[in-house]
């Protein structure tokens, strides 16, 4: 096992994109690293540069690993080295983790619960959620708003993070507030406001890249300003290079339509389960 160095992180990103979709929530973490918009993770990889199974895991180094709910994710072609790497060569260490959040695809759950049971640490399921995705800005399809709406975009500031942390779902407290305004202060953000100024509709972008915690208010729903606001971002992240992802929670059809309608695909294949592990 081997933990990357900052100068081979490009590296690491380079070969994850061949691997795309599948590889997108590692690949997110490294893209965002290697654009100085992440300094809180390490990444280990079973063998270099021709690895089998990559890491993203908090840095015990940086006290910002413990702002917000740690979390562990990887991307697997060899469940065989992964088991080695969770069971003999600490790629996690349970201890210090203790407790932890960790992302992974759906076909890895079965391994992940056997782990957990050979070291006696309890698992609660999350989440299943789709991953869609834009693979470039051709498959963006225009949305038709207004030009009143469109006056109305803006990015948050810090004021509005306690209003976003009580309608996140996995917010409400102090951690999920720290992480909001981590991810306001770093990384691109939008809203719609009301003609006071105020925001009633928003989206932001996780540590991953990924788009989130979007929501509008109940009494503003049903005008099209989730479809404008992630058409907004996605238009803003393909002219930078960025990917362009989100994942949708199993259910949640209206999210998924509006995303599908906008042109991100849904790999089939390709579930994302969120597991919480204590010790």
């Known amino acids: 096992m081997k933990v990357l160095q900052k100068d081979e992180h490009m590296a690491a990103e380079s070969v994850l994109l061949k691997h795309l979709p599948k590889s997108f929530q590692v690949y997110g973490y490294l893209h965002a690293c290697n654009r100085n918009k992440q300094t809180n993770i390490q990444i280990v990889v079973d063998t270099w540069p021709d690895f089998k199974v990559i890491i993203c895991r908090p840095d015990p180094e940086n006290k910002q690993a413990s702002d917000w709910r740690k979390k562990v994710t990887f991307y697997c072609?060899?469940?065989?080295m992964l088991r080695k790497m969770l069971l003999e060569e600490d790629a996690i260490d349970w201890i210090i983790l203790c407790n932890f959040i960790a992302g992974f695809d759906n076909s890895h759950t079965g391994l992940l619960k056997e782990v957990s049971t050979q070291i006696q640490v309890s698992h609660t399921h999350l989440i299943c959620a789709y991953q869609l995705y834009l693979p470039n800005s051709s498959h963006l399809v225009t949305p038709a708003?207004?030009?009143?709406?469109?006056?109305?975009?803006?990015?948050?500031?810090?004021?509005?993070?306690?209003?976003?942390?009580?309608?996140?779902k996995f917010g409400g407290d102090e951690l999920g507030y720290k992480k909001i305004v981590r991810q306001i202060s770093n990384f691109p953000s939008y809203c719609i406001t009301d003609h006071q100024g105020q925001p009633v509709s928003w989206l932001l972008l996780h540590e991953n890249l990924s788009l989130g915690m979007l929501y509008t208010l109940p009494e503003h729903r049903?005008?099209?300003?989730?479809t404008v606001l992630v058409y907004t971002m996605a238009q803003r992240l393909l002219a930078e290079g960025y990917p362009v992802f989100t994942y949708v929670e199993e259910g949640n059809m209206v999210s998924f339509k509006m995303f599908k309608n906008l042109g991100f695909i849904d790999d089939p294949s390709v579930r994302r389960i969120w597991f919480k592990f204590a010790t």
């Open 77 to 80: 072609l060899d469940e065989k």
């Open 145 to 168: 708003f207004n030009s009143d709406i469109n006056s109305r975009i803006s990015s948050l500031d810090l004021s509005h993070a306690h209003l976003v942390n009580q309608t996140w």
């Open 222 to 226: 049903r005008k099209g300003y989730a």
